[in-house]
């Protein structure tokens, strides 16, 4: 089965700053999402991309895909402390694989 | 609407007891997953149905890991016996149907001791 493999593993950032993470996954895919995890609300969905999407965003996020490098990225734009979540990329179709994640930490 | 129920929240048990964890979906759905997270990693499927029917459970450990989801809804995932390397959060998640987006329960923090 497919997977993302996030990076880096871990990101501290100041609060308004920018975060930017990385997936990278080894055979194509049909769609990818990325979904956010912290302690108060569990596994969150956040936003799918599909292979013939380039870039998509939902708020604050804006999420590309480079299906010719098998590489997406999640960029959080003026972070805020209720951003601190560990972030996860997921590929397949019927059965989704998860990376390992980016902790995000948002310093006030 | 509501969200998709999961108890207990917390379990602690000795190893070679057994467990069970239940989980109820999203009203309307029709695809449930069960995952198992260890610490510091990312979710790993162990069983996926459609309706009552499996559709993958490729990544259960079928000589210790049970799961069934009777008439299409509520659905339970059993250990028997516990190791220590099951100690895990399980999270269940459903959707309307296999491709779709997926909603995730608070999961069930298990400690094999």
């Known amino acids: 089965s497919q997977q993302g493999e996030e990076d880096p593993q871990a990101l501290s950032i100041q609060e308004g700053e920018n975060a930017t993470m990385n997936c990278s996954y080894k055979?194509?895919?049909?769609?990818l999402q990325w979904y956010r995890q912290n302690s108060g609300r569990g596994l969150v969905h956040l936003i799918l991309?599909?292979?013939?999407?380039r870039e998509k965003h939902s708020g604050r996020l804006r999420v590309t895909l480079d299906t010719s490098k098998k590489s997406s990225s999640l960029l959080i734009t003026a972070s805020r402390a209720a951003d601190t979540a560990s972030y996860f990329c997921?590929?397949?179709?019927?059965?989704?694989?998860f990376g390992a994640g980016t902790t995000v930490t948002v310093r006030a | 609407e509501a969200g998709v129920a999961q108890s207990p929240r917390y379990k602690i048990i000795e190893k070679r007891q057994s467990v069970a964890f239940w989980c109820n979906p999203i009203?309307?759905?029709?695809?449930l997953y069960w995952y198992q997270q260890i610490l510091g990693q990312g979710p790993k499927l162990l069983i996926q149905?459609?309706?009552?029917?499996?559709?993958?459970d490729s990544q259960l450990p079928k000589d210790r890991f049970s799961a069934e989801r009777l008439k299409g809804v509520d659905s339970t995932l059993k250990i028997q016996p516990a190791k220590l390397e099951d100690s895990a959060v399980y999270l269940c998640?459903?959707?309307?149907?296999?491709?779709?987006?997926?909603?995730f329960g608070p999961g069930t923090r298990l400690t094999v001791t």
């Open positions: 998640a459903s959707s309307l149907q296999a491709l779709y987006e997926q909603y």
């Open positions: 055979t194509s895919i049909n769609n």
């Open positions: 991309i599909r292979s013939n999407e």
């Open positions: 997921a590929t397949g179709d019927y059965k989704l694989s």
């Open positions: 009203s309307g759905h029709a695809t």
């Open positions: 149905f459609q309706n009552n029917g499996v559709v993958d």
